[in-house]
């Protein structure tokens, strides 16, 4: 059963980057036609998917987020990152890493405040 869960900071400054890694068990992310993926959603607001990182490598971006947005990946760790940039009290949202087939992790709350 693959299990995946988001681990960073909860509370990032205004123009500072947000960093968050997801680490996956029960199965590698270098594996399998699948794509790694990060998903947003701010407070009262619907799913906004980020970005993801294939089991090649390969990257995929938001084109609202492309320019802020980097997506890579500890194959040692069996894990992937987000880094956004130049985050504003916008980006506050719950963060959630996620492959296909419904494996989701259970999500963190990252607030940009001052």
């Known amino acids: 059963q693959v299990q995946l869960q988001e681990s960073g900071p909860g509370l990032v400054k205004p123009s500072q980057t947000l960093s968050l890694t997801c680490t996956v068990s029960?199965?590698?992310?270098?594996?399998?036609?699948?794509?790694w993926t990060w998903i947003r959603q701010p407070p009262g607001k619907g799913l906004e998917w980020m970005g993801a990182?294939?089991?090649?490598?390969?990257?995929y971006y938001s084109p609202s987020l492309k320019s802020r947005t980097s997506i890579s990946r500890d194959t040692s760790k069996n894990q992937f990152s987000l880094q956004l940039s130049s985050v504003t009290p916008e980006d506050t949202a719950v963060y959630y890493c996620?492959?296909?087939?419904?494996?989701w992790g259970k999500g963190t709350l990252v607030t940009v405040s001052s």
């Open positions: 996620a492959r296909e087939g419904g494996y």
């Open positions: 990182i294939a089991y090649d490598g390969s990257t």
């Open positions: 029960g199965g590698s992310i270098t594996t399998g036609d699948y794509a």
